[in-house]
């Protein structure tokens, strides 16, 4: 909701300081400037990216209407399945987990929370790490390794649209150039024939250069910036369960696993010491195999 308000914001001081200054805003209704601008801009994006990075782009710009994607009370889910795994790893051992890990859907466990077992991304890193620890004698070191560059191909896949985005943004200030040269190109073809439109024709042509730049610093380039933003954001859940899995290999007990996962969140949406344990101590343990 925050991109709608600065867009507001731009569009009405720009506007706004045009007018007050003694300008007439018709003069800046060029549609032809904007169609060469907009349209050319769009075309190169579609022909520069495959189509998967195309929709989720579409796909993380209307998701910027919408909250975070993971809340205080997600985090505190989170933290609290990642407590009911550990716990019953602790009392039944490794291969206590392992029906649950090798069917989320179906587990108890998981099954305890919703909203979490809804993502899928989410829930299948988990549950690959875990299968990791149960079938393998790997270190601390080696699993975070593997986690590092699985962490880190996540991370570049979720911000092809976003970088996609800021790309567009930059070509759009070359567009109205190219709107700008078309504009005095018609000019020039009138010279011969009724001259007393020729400060109009050049005071379309300047348009496309200003809608240009405009477009690209007022509101593609915010646009890219926040859909970045947004991936920084919703990344720390991976991150969160990183932590976790390798404090929970290198022998802590589960509630300091836990806890080390939760220092690693935004202060934000990081759920308080006492609101986790809260938590923790009125649920009911489902960790049962």
């Known amino acids: 909701?925050?991109?709608?308000?600065?867009?507001?914001?731009v569009l009405a001081c720009v506007l706004g300081g045009f007018v007050l200054s003694h300008g007439q805003i018709l003069a800046l209704w060029q549609p032809y400037e904007l169609l060469i601008i907009g349209g050319g801009a769009v075309g190169a994006f579609v022909s520069a990216n495959p189509a998967k990075v195309v929709k989720a782009a579409l796909r993380d710009a209307m998701g910027l209407l919408k909250g975070p994607k993971y809340s205080k009370q997600d985090y505190i889910d989170l933290l609290s399945m990642l407590y009911d795994l550990f716990s019953l790893m602790r009392k039944e051992g490794l291969l206590g987990i392992e029906e649950h890990i090798e069917d989320p859907q179906s587990s108890s466990l998981f099954s305890a929370y919703p909203r979490l077992l809804r993502e899928h991304h989410l829930i299948e890193f988990t549950t690959d790490c875990l299968r990791l620890i149960v079938g393998g004698s790997m270190n601390p070191h080696e699993l975070e390794q593997l986690l590092e560059v699985e962490l880190e191909t996540h991370h570049h896949e979720a911000m092809a649209p976003a970088m996609a985005v800021t790309k567009m943004a930059d070509a759009l200030p070359g567009f109205g150039i190219v709107a700008a040269v078309l504009g005095i190109v018609t000019t020039m073809s009138q010279l011969g024939d009724d001259t007393s439109r020729i400060g109009m024709h050049i005071a379309g042509a300047l348009v496309g250069t200003f809608l240009g730049i405009l477009l690209c610093y007022g509101f593609v380039g915010p646009l890219g910036a926040a859909m970045e933003?947004?991936?920084?954001?919703?990344?720390?859940?991976?991150?969160?369960?990183?932590?976790?899995?390798?404090?929970?290999?290198?022998?802590?007990?589960?509630?300091?696993?836990?806890?080390?996962?939760?220092?690693?969140?935004?202060?934000?949406?990081?759920?308080?010491?006492?609101?986790?344990?809260?938590?923790?101590?009125?649920s009911p343990r489902k960790a049962t195999a």
């Open 1 to 9: 909701m925050l991109v709608l308000v600065g867009a507001f914001v």
């Open 229 to 282: 933003n947004r991936v920084q954001e919703d990344g720390r859940a991976f991150e969160c369960v990183k932590i976790a899995l390798l404090a929970n290999l290198r022998g802590y007990n589960p509630k300091v696993a836990v806890e080390f996962a939760r220092k690693s969140l935004s202060t934000h949406t990081r759920p308080g010491f006492q609101d986790l344990e809260d938590h923790l101590k009125a």
